[in-house]
């Protein structure tokens, strides 16, 4: 009996199902990939596009409207209100900062105010907390930029901000904080027992910390150091001094700031205390000892900025005196720069340590064919005294030396107020004047001579006869 219709299609279709599998499902798992790809999808369907992430970047986008317009208001009202009363100087570099950011940060704070909106609405805020988080690291790193100026500033906080701003968004930087803080060492236990240690994230968090604090330090030492260099009440040997100080306490303090911001125990300091001290001994002596050594030639009153010095027969003005060398501006223009240690061990003459008025010489020589020398004194302390630089308040001298193989030789001793603007070219004066007064006078200034006399002549050099 022929089958039917319905049992050949019924048939047909057994057969089509039973078919085998393609190749392609082999090589490419298309029931995983489509399986995921429809789990994609409807991720994206129910956490992105959704009524609150579009509400929140719809009004990221929205607050780029206020931003722009009261951002250059506010810029252009704040720069016609202090553009008389600060003009230079640190102060004026960070008004110039902030104004060049004025409309990023009034989007920052209308971001800002979203966030807080949002929240007092219970609503999302991820995507709001995002854009102030990327928005801070870009503050951060043009303000570093504008006012340090530094390239290697300016690419220390481009490594720095925005790998933590990058972590923070995609919700990763606590994982990494908890990771660097399991990285840690011990260090001890403390008096009631707890122990105590140091991991990687206190020294990365310490280092961060320090370097803020020792840039505002440094900022607050040389605003104090100007202050102390314009006040005329201070002397510069107490004013050099107070600089030193200030040198020293404030890093040291920005440090253990900078320690107890990170909750660091600073009783443990005492374990480094035995490796600091053969450091010390070891490699820093020459350092320390020139540290001293500042601290002593300030506190004597030795040498102090301003004074007229001589040293290993250079002859200069101190213009400073850091922790570590003295600077000293020779007559050439150059900059001598020696360690403080230098003058403790070597010495140092000071024209104007207790008076600037120092005594000066010019050694001249006059013929022996000078009958009248008390003359010759007369003229010369003359000469000196129509010198402007030469001081009135004390009488030139001029006291005859010896006699020499060519001439009577003379010194004349003057007095100037003012050895720092120079010594040779006053006493090129003085024997400009002598030079002058001796000629008008007819006095005669000999150049050496000598006077051979030939007792007889070797036998070679007697003519021959002819």
């Not at 199902?17 to 082999?26: H, K, V």
């Not at 950011?101 to 999302?124: E, F, K, Q, S």
């Not at 107890?260 to 374990?271: D, E, S, V, Y």
């Not at 010390?280 to 540290?291: E, M």
Request: proline share 5%; hydrophobic share 50%.
């Amino acid at each position: 009996m022929a089958p039917s219709d319905t049992q050949y299609e019924r048939a047909t279709l057994v057969g089509m199902t039973q078919q085998p599998e393609s190749a392609l499902s082999d090589i490419v798992p298309v029931d995983e990939i489509r399986t995921r790809a429809e789990a994609l999808l409807d991720w994206v369907q129910v956490s992105v596009l959704n009524f609150d992430n579009a509400l929140q970047l719809a009004l990221i986008l929205a607050a780029f409207i206020p931003a722009l317009m009261f951002g250059p208001r506010l810029r252009n009202l704040i720069h016609e209100g202090t553009k008389t009363r600060i003009k230079t100087g640190m102060w004026r570099r960070l008004l110039t900062a902030a104004l060049a950011l004025m409309t990023p940060l009034a989007l920052y704070l209308v971001l800002t105010m979203i966030r807080v909106g949002l929240g007092a609405l219970d609503r999302p805020v991820a995507i709001v907390s995002a854009a102030i988080s990327l928005m801070s690291a870009w503050l951060l790193i043009r303000a570093v930029t504008l006012v340090i100026r530094s390239q290697f500033w300016s690419r220390l906080a481009f490594y720095i901000i925005w790998p933590i701003a990058a972590l923070d968004v995609f919700g990763l930087l606590d994982d990494v904080i908890a990771q660097l803080q399991a990285l840690s060492i011990p260090l001890g236990e403390t008096s009631e027992g707890e122990p105590v240690s140091l991991s990687l994230f206190d020294v990365l968090r310490t280092m961060i910390y320090f370097g803020l604090l020792f840039s505002i330090a440094s900022f607050a030492g040389r605003a104090l150091d100007k202050q102390l260099q314009k006040s005329d009440e201070i002397s510069p040997a107490l004013s050099a001094l107070i600089s030193k100080v200030l040198g020293v306490l404030l890093p040291v303090l920005a440090l253990l700031i900078a320690l107890q911001m990170t909750g660091f125990n600073l009783a443990t300091l005492a374990i480094f205390s035995g490796a600091v001290g053969i450091g010390v001994g070891l490699g820093l002596q020459k350092t320390v000892s020139n540290f001293a050594a500042g601290f002593t030639l300030l506190a004597d009153k030795s040498i102090k900025p301003g004074d007229a010095i001589e040293v290993d027969g250079q002859f200069g003005w101190v213009t400073g005196m850091q922790a570590r060398y003295v600077s000293i501006r020779t007559r050439d223009g150059t900059e001598m720069l020696l360690p403080n240690d230098h003058f403790i061990n070597n010495g140092v003459t000071n024209w104007s340590k207790s008076d600037h008025i120092v005594r000066m010489h010019a050694p001249f020589g006059v013929s022996y064919r000078t009958r009248d020398l008390k003359a010759v004194q007369t003229l010369a302390i003359e000469a000196a005294k129509t010198v402007n630089r030469v001081v009135s308040e004390r009488e030139p001298v001029c006291n005859v030396m010896e006699f020499g193989d060519s001439s009577v030789n003379f010194d004349l001793r003057f007095w100037i107020s003012d050895p720092q603007n120079g010594q040779a070219n006053v006493r090129s004066d003085v024997y400009l004047a002598l030079w002058e007064r001796l000629h008008e006078e007819g006095v005669e200034i000999p150049f050496p001579q000598m006077d051979l006399h030939v007792k007889a002549l070797p036998d070679s050099a007697e003519p021959s006869e002819a």
